[in-house]
């Protein structure tokens, strides 16, 4: 095979700027080297700030973010695009060499119809003439699975979903032909059941075009799907490098081990108790403004000292259910009662104690928390709140919540800015075990983390519960973590709660169809599982 990309001990670093203190030079990616050649596909997989984009985007010489690359040669097609002028670097980048970026949302111009954008770069570089990159990307359509191929461009990028929209930034990147396409994390922020129909689009399309790819992800499952050889990345540095079997079957480094066996978490399903601590009946609602329902009929519990995990696909009613429950949105029929009293509707008219007891941690602690706060006083803000706490009592309390997540009172003076993701949302984990609640709403809380530092936050939230005897009600689309962490689960579909019970009779055939989607859509750690999901659906539709 033609080798078409060598990258040789690569080194690309940047200038940080911490609160508080001095600048300084920090080395991002310290001498990795990699191979690929013409039609394979090498997986880059590690935790946040391992390298990974930084890496992928070094194939096209390119420094996101005030990023400089300090050493080392990548050649592609046998020249170093490090050393080449800027008019032949142009002419590579959107030509040679490609690049799919994880959200689509962003990518997109929302006033310009898809087929005048996936075409763009074709006709930039004199590819191919209009005609010729309209039929490409028709065929491109048809390819990766998105409905009505021949139409499809016509439509704009908010007429599409999410799932579709990722499809045609992939067209996007293979119509010019490349010789290589750079996927960063494209099916991360996706369903499960979207996730997979994307996986199998990207992977069709690169056995038939023949293009190589370097494949950016945290989830080693997802990888093994698609990559010929994988590299496993920690701290800038490579951990371990080679073929995708030996990796998954025959790790040799402690670390690809760990990543390997993430989620695999024991935990013994309890028994409800004798009142649920939370009961929501008969909830329907829908927001402002719009015409129809979200939520239908809702019934579920919550038991002290239990998870409930609310499942299902983005636009399912999950978060639009926890909403609901704090009061930020009004049902139109129904009623949540706690601790054996009804609930106001709205949260104006809940009591202090109400608030204090019912809590919530949300997805993206980035956002959850104010930047100009330290974690001191992030924390110590629900003490005043509820509690009256000051001074030395309130500095104590803060303390002791800080060891309770694992982080000590060395973190007290911290601002977020100084903060690992994982180390934030356990902040944001320590603020809401403040109040005291008997119940948390846990919405996303690991989604945008890197496995094992979800894996982490998961047995914390676990050890938590044992000794604070608080309850959860756990919103996620990852079955895996609600393999590890449930006792019941609600499936929710299109407002509805479609599967309800015990996680053991939850999780047990026989499935209602949506349920047996989902759970056939979660990526396993073995070569070929992409495959075998697929041929089962094709025979399964053939049936019907």
Not at 251 to 272: N, W
Request: net charge negative; aromatic share 6%.
């Amino acid at each position: 095979m033609t080798q078409l990309l060598k990258i040789r001990d690569l080194k690309i670093g940047a200038t940080v700027y911490p609160p508080g203190e001095p600048t300084r030079w920090m080395e991002i990616v310290k001498g990795v080297s990699l191979d690929l050649e013409k039609g394979k596909v090498v997986g880059l997989i590690g935790e946040s700030g391992a390298g990974k984009s930084t890496i992928g985007l070094s194939a096209l010489a390119y420094g996101r973010g005030g990023v400089e690359i300090t050493g080392g040669s990548v050649d592609v097609n046998g020249r170093d695009i490090l050393k080449i002028r800027p008019g032949a670097l142009r002419k590579l980048r959107g030509a040679e060499v490609t690049y799919v970026a994880q959200s689509a949302a962003a990518a997109f111009n929302p006033a310009r119809k898809l087929m005048d954008q996936v075409i763009e770069t074709s006709l930039e570089h004199g590819r191919l003439s209009k005609s010729e990159a309209e039929a490409r990307a028709v065929e491109l359509f048809r390819t990766l699975g998105l409905p009505d191929p021949e139409t499809f461009g016509k439509r704009y990028p908010h007429q599409v979903s999410g799932g579709q929209l990722q499809r045609a930034m992939t067209a996007m990147a293979l119509c010019p032909g490349p010789d290589l396409v750079i996927f960063d994390e494209p099916t991360t922020a996706l369903d499960v059941t979207t996730q997979i129909d994307v996986l199998a689009a990207i992977k069709t399309a690169i056995r038939e075009t023949g293009v190589a790819a370097i494949y950016i992800t945290h989830d080693l499952a997802v990888v093994a799907q698609v990559s010929d050889h994988i590299m496993v990345l920690r701290h800038g540095e490579t951990v371990e490098y080679g073929e995708t079997d030996q990796i998954i079957n025959a790790p040799r480094e402690e670390y690809t081990r760990a990543l390997v066996s993430v989620r695999q978490i024991e935990h013994v399903e309890k028994g409800p108790g004798t009142e649920p601590v939370l009961k929501v009946e008969h909830i329907t609602a829908r927001y402002r403004g719009l015409p129809r329902d979200v939520l239908h009929d809702i019934n579920v519990e919550v038991y002290p000292g239990q998870t409930l995990a609310v499942v299902g696909e983005s636009g399912s009613g999950k978060s639009t259910l926890a909403r609901v429950i704090t009061g930020l949105l009004p049902p139109s029929e129904g009623s949540v009662t706690f601790d054996g009293r009804t609930l106001s509707s709205a949260m104006e008219g809940r009591t202090r104690e109400d608030l204090r007891q019912v809590q919530m941690i949300y997805q993206m602690a980035d956002t959850a928390m104010n930047p100009r706060q330290t974690v001191g006083t992030i924390i110590g803000r629900p003490l005043e709140f509820y509690f009256g706490l000051r001074g030395a009592e309130k500095k104590r309390r803060v303390k002791d919540l800080l060891e309770k997540i694992e982080m000590g009172d060395g973190f007290l003076d911290r601002y977020p800015a100084e903060l690992s993701g994982g180390q934030k949302q356990r902040v944001c984990i320590a603020r809401a075990l403040a109040a005291e609640p008997q119940l948390i709403l846990c919405d996303e809380v690991t989604s945008a983390l890197d496995p094992l530092v979800a894996d982490g936050i998961l047995k914390l939230l676990l050890d938590l519960q044992k000794t604070e005897n608080v309850a959860y009600m756990f919103i996620t689309h990852d079955l895996a973590t609600v393999r590890a962490i449930a006792d019941s689960i609600a499936v929710m579909y299109q407002g509805q709660v479609v599967r309800y019970g015990p996680k053991t009779q939850v999780l047990s055939p026989p499935f209602d169809d949506y349920t047996d989607l989902l759970l056939s859509s979660v990526p396993e750690m073995e070569l070929g599982w992409l495959e075998q999901v697929l041929n089962t659906r094709k025979m399964q539709s053939a049936g019907n």
